[in-house]
């Protein structure tokens, strides 16, 4: 990770938050090196992690509860499992979402907590300190 004043802005729109932060992960601009703060439109807020772990909590949140984008976990609440679909498979979604997860808890933020345990592995080494999701 960069140093705090090598962040890079991100802002959301709260209306739309789970499209925003999935639609950085996804773009050809985004570097796992640089931290990112986070600006909700319309509120008054400095992010010192909390705003970050706010929307990332709440983004997770929707993702899981299939909201925005649909059609993705099935189960339970915190036993949820993927689903499998060639459009979500196509555009790379795991892939995405295990980058929003990684760099989450790389800053400090949530992790995705709401899947089954038998299908996810972290973890973190305070010597090296790296972060890795397998899902």
């Not at 729109?13 to 992960?25: A, G, I, L, R, T």
């Not at 099935?74 to 459009?87: C, M």
């Not at 760099?103 to 907590?113: M, R, W």
Request: with cysteine; aromatic share 12%; charged share 20%.
């Amino acid at each position: 990770m960069l140093p705090r004043g090598m962040r890079e802005k991100l802002k959301i729109d709260p209306e739309d938050q789970d499209m925003d932060v999935y639609s950085y992960y996804k773009s050809a601009d985004f570097d796992a090196v640089v931290p990112i703060s986070e600006f909700v439109k319309d509120q008054l807020a400095v992010d010192a992690v909390g705003v970050l772990r706010q929307v990332f909590g709440e983004v997770f949140m929707l993702l899981c509860n299939n909201e925005g984008i649909k059609h993705i976990f099935t189960g339970e609440p915190y036993r949820k499992v993927p689903v499998f679909s060639s459009e979500l498979v196509v555009n790379g979604f795991f892939e995405i979402l295990g980058k929003m997860i990684s760099h989450s808890l790389e800053q400090g933020g949530p992790g995705f907590h709401y899947l089954s345990p038998s299908i996810y592995w972290y973890h973190h080494s305070s010597l090296s300190s790296t972060t890795a999701v397998q899902i």
